[in-house]
């Protein structure tokens, strides 16, 4: 979602995104992370420019973690208390042909 201000109203636009961070600069077929690691995220390359100008928030019912246990992983399901969560995540622009496509990832932690 953007936000302006035009003839002093507030205007809101909403984009739908694709999951799965697609920076401008990124190789086609590249790396597209679903989540970026709270401990690294400012310092790691992928998504440093992100998170210093686009960050926003991904509203959604919930999200898996995995948990090692001894026979392997065992899926986490972490929800908030109401229907929404808003989880704090990272978008990019990239233009493929004339179309300007978003995509987006979610900041989680370890």
Not at 19 to 47: D, H, T, Y
Not at 56 to 73: N, R, S, T
Request: glycine residues 10%; proline residues 6%.
């Amino acid at each position: 979602m953007r936000e302006w201000i035009h003839d002093e109203t507030v205007q809101r636009d909403l984009d739908l995104a694709s999951w799965g961070l697609k920076p401008g600069w990124a190789k086609p077929g590249g790396p597209a992370p679903i989540n970026a690691r709270l401990e690294s995220v400012a310092s790691n390359g992928m998504f440093r420019s992100a998170f210093a100008s686009q960050r926003c928030l991904v509203p959604m019912a919930g999200y898996y973690e995995w948990q090692q246990i001894e026979d392997g992983k065992q899926p986490y399901v972490l929800h908030g208390d109401g229907e929404v969560l808003a989880a704090a995540g990272l978008y990019a622009a990239r233009q493929e042909d004339d179309v300007w496509k978003i995509s987006f990832t979610i900041n989680t932690p370890h």
